[in-house]
């Protein structure tokens, strides 16, 4: 599901995905996420990428104890999918895997449900003209007893991290595709 969702949801909105990857990597606009959401039959996979500025409110490599220990409290919050989306209760979807790491600087890569932590070297890919920019990246994919009662995703992301401003969203469902900028003041994302 994971590379068939997102395939599909890549070759569906693959116009404004791409222009908001390029501001986002060559402006890099503090405040700003990004998610992707794709519900097929009964699995939901959502990825989110946010700014480390966003997140811990910096974006160079944590060199301190208390920047590694923002970082390592960020992963941690982040592998809890409560903080981050909340789904309806009718329709009865339990997490089946979870993954949060930070891109750029040093790594920190955490999995869930069972999976070992593991710190990554520098990746040059992630550094612009000599200067390093830090997203945090989550995945969450869930198995749902009743997809069709997912009308609407709640997104505590916002009160969990206080310098988060918005989130562009793109989606795609068995019935629907679309996008939506989601605030901090109404903070859902509607699937029609």
């Known amino acids: 599901m994971k ?14 995905l ?3 990857e390029t501001r986002q990597m060559d402006a890099h606009v503090h405040g700003v996420s ?14 989110l990428l ?5 997140i811990v409110g910096f974006e160079y490599a944590a060199s301190t104890d208390a920047d590694k220990d923002a970082v390592e409290a960020a992963i941690r919050m982040m592998l809890m999918p409560e903080n981050v989306v909340t789904l309806p209760e009718a329709a009865e979807c339990r997490l089946t895997e979870v993954v949060a790491h930070l891109h750029g600087g040093e790594h ?9 932590h593991e710190e990554h070297a520098e990746d040059e890919d992630h550094k612009e003209d000599g200067g ?3 997203e945090f990246h989550a995945s969450y994919s869930f198995d749902c007893t009743h997809p069709e009662d997912l009308g609407s995703i709640g997104l505590p992301f916002f009160d969990s991290f206080a310098n988060a401003e918005e989130i562009e969203a793109q989606y795609v469902t068995d019935a629907a595709t679309g996008s939506a900028e ?5 903070p859902e ?4």
């Open 50 to 54: 946010s700014p480390g500025m966003d």
């Open 3 to 16: 590379t068939l969702g997102f395939t599909l949801l890549a070759s569906v909105a693959a116009m404004p």
């Open 108 to 116: 920190e890569h955490a999995e869930g449900e069972g999976h070992a």
């Open 189 to 192: 994302l509607t699937l029609n």
């Open 132 to 134: 390093e920019h830090s």
């Open 18 to 20: 791409v222009a908001q």
């Open 182 to 186: 989601i605030t901090r003041d109404a």
């Open 34 to 47: 990004t998610l992707e959401l794709a519900i097929e039959g009964n699995t939901v996979e959502i990825n």
